[in-house]
């Protein structure tokens, strides 16, 4: 079973960066597409971005030019990089292999 911890949130002025990371384990991880979502309070969980196994990367609109999403495959990790963040990219950011789930990480954004 694969397992995927998320790390690297935290409290951060509006315009700052974050940059967060998920390792897997248990799993052959460079075979896995990865994706970031993020669950805004009352919201609906959200994709963000992914990366697949070739390293082709998609990104929501509404963080295109923001974020950036990559993997190290030697390490078992993923990261999303998010720069010129704004109050509304308040979010629990989870990471996901298409089947399991990280615990998430908590992004708040202050204005």
């Known amino acids: 079973q694969l397992q995927l911890v998320e790390s690297g949130g935290g409290l951060v002025q509006a315009g700052g960066s974050l940059r967060l990371s998920c390792t897997a384990s248990?799993?052959?991880?460079?075979?896995?597409?990865m994706l970031w979502y993020r669950q805004a309070p009352g919201k609906q969980r959200e994709l963000v971005a992914f990366i697949s196994t070739f390293g082709s990367t998609n990104y929501a609109d509404s963080v295109k030019g923001r974020f950036t999403i990559s993997r190290d495959n030697a390490k078992n990790t993923v990261y999303l990089q998010m720069n010129s963040l704004k109050p509304e990219d308040t979010a629990v950011y989870y990471c996901?292999?298409?089947?399991?789930w990280g615990q998430g990480t908590q992004v708040t954004v202050s204005s």
């Open positions: 996901n292999d298409l089947t399991y």
């Open positions: 248990g799993s052959i991880f460079s075979r896995n597409t």
